[in-house]
């Protein structure tokens, strides 16, 4: 069982930043694949990026790519995703997800385990 906590979420000015952390529990993170998706009021949820099991590859949703950077830290257990020069479109509740999974997939049915959520709120 993995469980994931996710932190660092606010509000925040439109052209700002914001880092939020995924702290995983348990011995195995390395050997999961990692994902950020995010759920805006009213919509579905979304894939926003994800990463590798050694970090070495990310892959990330169009909308976000040159502005969102997603690192892992596999000693600490730890997901993070920077996001700069936010967007009011940005405003969501941010999930981490694991998966044990080889390729870095966007659909969420293939993400085992998930977090609670942070909210992102960017103002105009």
């Known amino acids: 069982q993995v469980q994931l906590v996710e932190s660092g979420g606010g509000l925040v000015q439109g052209g700002g930043s914001l880092r939020l952390s995924c702290a995983s529990s348990?011995?195995?993170?390395?050997?999961?694949?990692m994902a950020w998706f995010r759920q805006a009021p009213g919509k579905e949820r979304e894939f926003v990026g994800s990463?590798?099991?050694?970090?070495?590859?990310?892959y990330y949703k169009d909308s976000v790519k040159g502005r969102f950077t997603i690192s892992r830290d596999n000693a600490k257990n730890t997901v993070y995703l920077q996001m700069n020069s936010l967007k009011p479109e940005d405003t969501a509740v941010y999930y981490c997800?694991?998966?044990?999974?080889?390729?870095?997939?966007?659909?969420?049915?293939?993400?085992?385990?998930w977090g609670q959520g942070t909210q992102v709120t960017v103002s105009s």
């Open positions: 348990g011995r195995t993170f390395s050997t999961y694949t």
């Open positions: 997800a694991a998966g044990q999974i080889t390729t870095m997939s966007t659909l969420a049915r293939r993400y085992d385990y």
């Open positions: 990463i590798s099991r050694s970090g070495g590859n990310t």
